[in-house]
Nanobody, 122 residues
Framework: QVQLVESGGGSVQSGGSLRLSCAASGYASNSHYMGWIRQVPGKEREEVAI????????YYHDSVKGRFTISRDSAKNTVYLYMNNLKPEDTAMYYC???????????????WGQGTQVTVSS
C-alpha cells in the first residue's frame, strides 16, 4: 500500500523559512516523479516543485524559483521542500504527490498525501 505522509507546515512571518517533508512508503521514491502541489481555496492547484525519477529532472514554478528547493533522500524514501524568503502569497495547503510518466508533461500524479498547511503573515 502506497502512502505519502507530509510534515513540516506551519505559520511564519514574511521572509521566514519552513521545511516540508514527505515520507513515502510502499514503493521506491526515486522510481516516481515526486513533488509538491499547492492549493488555495477557490483557485486551481499549482505545481510548485517537482523532482523527476532518478533525480534527472527538476521543475519549479516561476513564483518560487530562487526561494524554494526540492530534494530527495532515497535512503529515507523522503522528499523535502525547503522554502526560504516566504511571502504571504505562498500561503496554501501543500500536498505531496507522486506518479509515473515518461516525461514530466505526461506524469499522472496517482498518489497524494493528506496535505500540510503553510501560512505566511505579512
Amino acid at each position: 500500500q502506497v502512502q505519502l505522509v507530509e510534515s513540516g507546515g506551519g505559520s511564519v512571518q514574511s521572509g521566514g523559512s519552513l521545511r516540508l517533508s514527505c515520507a513515502a512508503s510502499g514503493y521506491a521514491s526515486n522510481s516516481h516523479y515526486m513533488g509538491w502541489i499547492r492549493q488555495v481555496p477557490g483557485k486551481e492547484r499549482e505545481e510548485v516543485a517537482i523532482r523527476g525519477s532518478s533525480d534527472l529532472f527538476t521543475y519549479y514554478h516561476d513564483s518560487v524559483k530562487g526561494r524554494f528547493t526540492i530534494s530527495r533522500d532515497s535512503a529515507k524514501n523522503t522528499v523535502y521542500l525547503y522554502m526560504n524568503n516566504l511571502k504571504p502569497e505562498d500561503t496554501a495547503m501543500y500536498y505531496c504527490a507522486a506518479g509515473l510518466g515518461t516525461t514530466y508533461v505526461q506524469v499522472q500524479f496517482t498518489y497524494w498525501g493528506q496535505g500540510t498547511q503553510v501560512t505566511v503573515s505579512s
